[in-house]
């Protein structure tokens, strides 16, 4: 099982990216995707999923600014940040689901400044 994830990088407040995860190894259609982010001395924090059958969820602090996408054909999860302020600094993971057993990506560094 691979993840990779790409699309990191340095944006001024304000500002977007669109990062991508490319899945190998698994079922991909049948995998729930997410993306989870760890900033520096805090816990990784859940910032989208999307299960196998399309459905999203996002806590309220990305809420209307991030946007998570699957494209089955492709085995890439994206998640696409807009409107992204400082606090949304933090390595960003994509995680891939599918009942009991999980699996990581290394992570891209997404950093907002001020």
């Known amino acids: 099982v691979q993840l990779v994830e790409s699309g990191g990088g340095l944006v001024p407040a304000g500002g977007s990216l669109r990062l991508s995860c490319a899945a190998s190894?698994?079922?991909?259609?049948?995998?729930?995707m997410g993306w989870y982010r760890q900033a520096p001395g805090k816990q990784r924090e859940l910032v989208a999923v999307?299960?196998?059958?399309?459905?999203?969820n996002y806590p309220d602090s990305v809420k209307g600014r991030f946007t998570i996408s699957r494209d089955n054909a492709k085995n890439t999860v994206y998640l696409q940040m807009n409107s992204l302020k400082p606090e949304d600094t933090a390595v960003y993971y994509c995680?891939?689901?599918?009942?009991?057993?999980?699996?990581w990506g290394r992570g891209t560094q997404v950093t907002v400044s001020s």
């Open positions: 190894g698994i079922v991909f259609s049948i995998t729930d």
């Open positions: 995680n891939a689901a599918f009942r009991s057993w999980v699996s």
């Open positions: 999307i299960t196998s059958g399309g459905r999203t």
